[in-house]
Nanobody, 126 residues
Framework: QVQLAESGGGLVQAGGSLRLSCAAS????????MGWFRQAPGKEREFVGR????????YYADSVKGRFTISRDNAKNTVYLQMNSLKSEDTAVYYC???????????????????WGQGTQVTVSS
């Protein structure tokens, strides 16, 4: 079992940067694949990216590739989402999620994640 808590959201101007953190409880954090998703008002939850247990493999949605970077520090039980060159369309509630195993190689299916945080709001003003 793992509990997740996101932080770091806020209001930022277009072109700016934010770093989200997701702190996890539990001693088996390093065995989980960690994903980031987001949900804008009136839209379905959208895959942002994921990182494997060691941090050596990442995968991103095309919409954020080259702008967002996921990293993790297993010693601190924390995964990060560095967001650069933010756009107004990045405005959403951002969630981190944990999975023991991926349903697909990309890890983009939210149904594959058994644990979710409460989300943190990111608002990008244009």
């Amino acid at each position: 079992q793992v509990q997740l808590a996101e932080s770091g959201g806020g209001l930022v101007q277009a072109g700016g940067s934010l770093r989200l953190s997701c702190a996890a409880s539990g001693r088996t954090f390093s065995s989980y694949v960690m994903g980031w998703f987001r949900q804008a008002p009136g839209k379905e939850r959208e895959f942002v990216g994921r990182i494997n247990w060691s941090g050596g493999n990442t995968y991103y949605a095309d919409s954020v590739k080259g702008r967002f970077t996921i990293s993790r520090d297993n010693a601190k039980n924390t995964v990060y989402l560095q967001m650069n060159s933010l756009k107004s369309e990045d405005t959403a509630v951002y969630y981190c999620a944990a999975a023991r195993f991926l349903l697909t190689p990309t890890g983009s299916d939210p149904n594959g994640y058994g644990y979710w945080g409460q989300g943190t709001q990111v608002t990008v003003s244009s």
